[in-house]
């Protein structure tokens, strides 16, 4: 038994024309709420312990560090001694129906356009008060492990990058009929149950919540949210006073809730305006279904401790052991690039630029690689040499921390090219991104422990095969702990992009072009889980590893120079 408690609070954010985020689409604005966003929270301690593991999922396209560092400023001070950060982990559904504009880092708050400091706002307040009333409602609970295993006609969910999948030796091949067997249709739950009744749930599932497409306008939980409204509906009709459900990611990456094979793109294009809606709705009632058939069969209950470890890593600059890196010596992440892939969008979830256009950019990419490799005794020389060999083979296109595009200052680009390259240059020119970075390099990672299971929380969008890496790493680094199940969550704690392993990445499809730290990526993160594993497994007064890095300060003049307060003249409905 585990004293448990719940809760959910609306995330009060009222649409008014910003960009949604996930799309990365100028024109995808939020002018209605078709349903509520909602940040819910599950506080879990051991009896007569004085800080609790705290579990809070939001419906929103990610976490990013200025929301969780503004949510553990505010409970230090309201819980004091009784609060953990490294026991908070905050999750997100990945809807690309929710809000933008919460970043510090200057690059996905460009649709929006810029950071919304309302909104951030908005999002701290609802967690903090999520995480309170939990806090309060805590009561004896037990706690039960389960799965459930889709079957292989639901149509739940794809993989959109067979190709990528394909290239890795550790699975079963797939051709274009199979892209539904091409992922892990299995999910992971956690049961809380008071008198032997089910009253809250916490599901583990990886699949986009990409069944709204960008042509809405409204604020909507997509299948996550349904499958979330859903069960607690359920729940509340059998009695439950207050119940919470949870739907949070797993191995999503490479994951889509649409039909990825033949006439794919016919097929996409007849869910259109109020059926796509419908469709996110019983995508999240496929999830919501097998959630609470599975926690009605056999489960496991957890017993034991509860703990956690949390280490920000630079994972611009992480040395790879021979065993991370298939024999390879001397690999190396390096700073964050996008590549032409991430430009070119994925199929049928978020179609981006035109095949001419990302062929140019190809082009213009190889040229600069090609000038600034021509001089190996150039002052720079060194520099884009372990850059290209990190982040081979893609065509890069975009650059941080140096904020260049196609090798130039953002803000010589042509701006009349795309209403985003145009809000990029008006940042530059007016201040704003001179410091600051384009994205993260410093991100954390995570592992709770519950009884006998090990949560792995990962900030990235994580590929299918990338994250049974990862959980096979941990799993065999705790075997001190006898912990009998790793689990993976996604989209925890922050923002960084992909996770592809190093066979996908070279694909460079969407997923490899936005997998930031080049080819070595997933490489440092199972590395680096691996070493949260192993201090883990110790006692807390022999544990050993970074606890004190986190991210560089950003200059609040810059952040203010590229906040838009409320003015959206640049909004065209």
Same mark, same amino acid.
């Given at each position: 038994?585990?004293?448990?408690?719940?809760?959910?609070?609306?995330?009060?954010?009222?649409?008014?024309?910003?960009?949604? *985020?996930?799309?990365?689409?100028? =024109?995808?604005?939020?002018?209605?709420?078709? =349903?509520?966003?909602?940040?819910?929270?599950?506080?879990?301690?051991?009896?007569?312990?004085?800080?609790?593991?705290?579990?809070?999922?939001?419906? *929103?396209?990610?976490?990013?560090?200025?929301?969780?560092?503004?949510?553990?400023?505010?409970?230090? !001070?309201?819980?004091?001694?009784?609060?953990?950060?490294?026991?908070?982990?905050?999750?997100?559904?990945?809807?690309?129906?929710?809000?933008?504009?919460?970043?510090?880092?200057?690059?996905?708050?460009?649709?929006?356009?810029?950071?919304?400091?309302?909104?951030?706002?908005?999002?701290?307040?609802?967690?903090?008060?999520?995480?309170?009333?939990?806090?309060?409602?805590?009561?004896?609970?037990?706690?039960?492990?389960?799965?459930?295993?889709?079957?292989?006609?639901?149509?739940?969910?794809?993989?959109?990058?067979?190709?990528?999948?394909?290239?890795?030796?550790?699975?079963?091949?797939?051709?274009?009929?199979?892209?539904?067997?091409?992922?892990?249709?299995?999910?992971?739950?956690?049961?809380?149950?008071?008198?032997?009744?089910?009253?809250?749930?916490?599901?583990?599932?990886?699949?986009? $919540?990409?069944?709204?497409?960008?042509?809405?306008?409204?604020?909507?939980?997509?299948?996550?949210?349904? $499958?979330? /409204?859903?069960?607690?509906?359920?729940?509340?009709?059998?009695?439950?006073?207050?119940?919470?459900?949870?739907?949070?990611?797993?191995?999503?990456?490479?994951?889509?809730?649409?039909?990825?094979?033949?006439?794919?793109?016919?097929?996409?294009?007849?869910?259109?305006?109020?059926?796509?809606?419908?469709?996110?709705?019983?995508?999240?009632?496929?999830?919501? @279904?097998?959630?609470?058939?599975? &926690?009605?069969?056999?489960?496991?209950? &957890?017993?034991?401790?509860?703990?956690?470890?949390?280490?920000?890593?630079?994972?611009?600059?992480?040395?790879?052991?021979?065993?991370?890196? !298939?024999?390879?010596?001397?690999?190396?992440?390096?700073? $964050?690039?996008?590549?032409?892939?991430?430009?070119?969008?994925?199929?049928?979830?978020?179609?981006?630029?035109?095949?001419?256009? =990302?062929?140019?950019?190809?082009?213009?990419?190889?040229?600069?690689?090609?000038?600034?490799?021509?001089?190996?005794?150039?002052?720079?020389?060194?520099?884009?040499?372990?850059?290209?060999?990190?982040?081979?083979?893609?065509?890069?296109?975009?650059?941080?921390? @140096?904020?260049?595009?196609?090798?130039?200052?953002?803000?010589?680009?042509?701006?009349?090219?795309?209403?985003?390259?145009?809000?990029?240059?008006?940042?530059?020119?007016?201040?704003?991104?001179?410091?600051?970075?384009?994205?993260?390099?410093?991100?954390?990672?995570?592992?709770?422990?519950?009884?006998?299971? &090990?949560?792995?929380?990962?900030?990235?969008?994580?590929? /299918?095969?990338?994250?049974?890496?990862?959980?096979?790493?941990?799993?065999?680094?705790?075997?001190?702990?006898?912990?009998?199940?790793?689990?993976?969550?996604?989209?925890?704690?922050?923002?960084?992009?992909?996770?592809?392993?190093?066979?996908?990445?070279?694909?460079?499809?969407?997923?490899?072009?936005?997998?930031?730290?080049?080819?070595?990526?997933?490489?440092?993160?199972?590395?680096?889980?691996? @070493? &949260?594993?192993?201090?883990?497994?110790?006692?807390?007064?022999?544990?050993?590893?970074? !606890?004190?890095?986190?991210?560089? !300060?950003?200059?609040?003049?810059?952040? @203010?120079?590229? =906040?838009?307060?409320?003015?959206?003249?640049? $909004?065209?409905?």
């Amino acid at each position: 038994m585990y004293m448990v408690g719940w809760s959910k609070q609306e995330i009060p954010i009222q649409p008014k024309g910003y960009a949604m *985020f996930g799309y990365g689409m100028w =024109t995808h604005r939020a002018y209605e709420k078709r =349903t509520a966003l909602f940040a819910r929270t599950f506080s879990i301690r051991e009896m007569n312990a004085t800080q609790p593991l705290l579990i809070c999922c939001l419906d *929103f396209g990610c976490i990013t560090h200025a929301m969780r560092s503004g949510v553990v400023d505010v409970l230090k !001070q309201k819980l004091a001694e009784h609060f953990d950060e490294q026991q908070l982990v905050l999750m997100a559904t990945h809807t690309h129906s929710g809000p933008g504009g919460c970043a510090y880092e200057a690059l996905y708050n460009m649709p929006t356009p810029g950071f919304v400091p309302e909104h951030l706002s908005a999002v701290v307040e609802a967690v903090v008060q999520s995480v309170l009333l939990a806090i309060e409602t805590e009561h004896e609970t037990e706690i039960r492990y389960s799965t459930g295993q889709f079957d292989e006609n639901t149509p739940v969910a794809w993989n959109r990058a067979l190709k990528s999948y394909n290239r890795n030796p550790d699975v079963i091949q797939r051709d274009i009929h199979e892209t539904h067997l091409a992922l892990n249709r299995e999910m992971q739950l956690l049961g809380f149950y008071r008198q032997q009744q089910l009253c809250g749930l916490i599901s583990l599932f990886g699949v986009h $919540a990409t069944c709204l497409s960008n042509q809405l306008n409204a604020y909507d939980g997509d299948n996550k949210g349904y $499958a979330a /409204t859903i069960s607690e509906q359920y729940l509340a009709e059998q009695g439950v006073d207050q119940p919470v459900t949870i739907f949070a990611q797993a191995s999503a990456g490479d994951v889509s809730p649409h039909f990825h094979g033949p006439k794919q793109d016919a097929i996409r294009n007849k869910i259109q305006g109020e059926a796509e809606y419908q469709y996110a709705q019983q995508n999240g009632r496929y999830q919501s @279904d097998l959630a609470l058939q599975a &926690l009605s069969s056999s489960s496991q209950p &957890l017993e034991g401790t509860l703990d956690a470890v949390l280490s920000y890593v630079d994972l611009s600059q992480v040395n790879i052991p021979v065993e991370f890196s !298939q024999g390879v010596k001397n690999a190396k992440t390096s700073a $964050a690039c996008h590549g032409v892939a991430f430009f070119g969008g994925t199929p049928v979830d978020g179609k981006g630029a035109a095949k001419p256009i =990302t062929m140019a950019m190809s082009l213009l990419s190889r040229q600069v690689r090609k000038k600034r490799l021509a001089n190996p005794n150039a002052p720079d020389y060194d520099k884009y040499h372990a850059l290209y060999s990190s982040q081979h083979p893609k065509d890069i296109i975009l650059e941080s921390p @140096d904020n260049q595009l196609l090798g130039k200052d953002l803000d010589v680009q042509p701006s009349f090219l795309d209403p985003l390259i145009r809000e990029m240059n008006r940042q530059v020119k007016a201040g704003a991104i001179q410091h600051s970075p384009l994205v993260p390099s410093v991100v954390p990672l995570q592992i709770l422990k519950l009884g006998q299971l &090990l949560l792995v929380c990962c900030p990235g969008e994580i590929t /299918t095969t990338s994250a049974q890496r990862v959980i096979q790493t941990v799993y065999q680094s705790s075997t001190s702990m006898s912990s009998q199940y790793v689990c993976i969550a996604s989209y925890c704690n922050d923002y960084m992009g992909y996770i592809t392993t190093n066979e996908e990445y070279q694909q460079q499809a969407y997923e490899g072009g936005h997998t930031l730290y080049g080819q070595w990526t997933q490489a440092a993160i199972q590395y680096k889980f691996q @070493d &949260l594993a192993q201090q883990l497994s110790l006692e807390k007064s022999m544990r050993s590893y970074d !606890q004190s890095t986190r991210p560089a !300060q950003i200059p609040q003049h810059e952040i @203010d120079l590229r =906040t838009n307060f409320g003015s959206i003249k640049t $909004a065209v409905r």
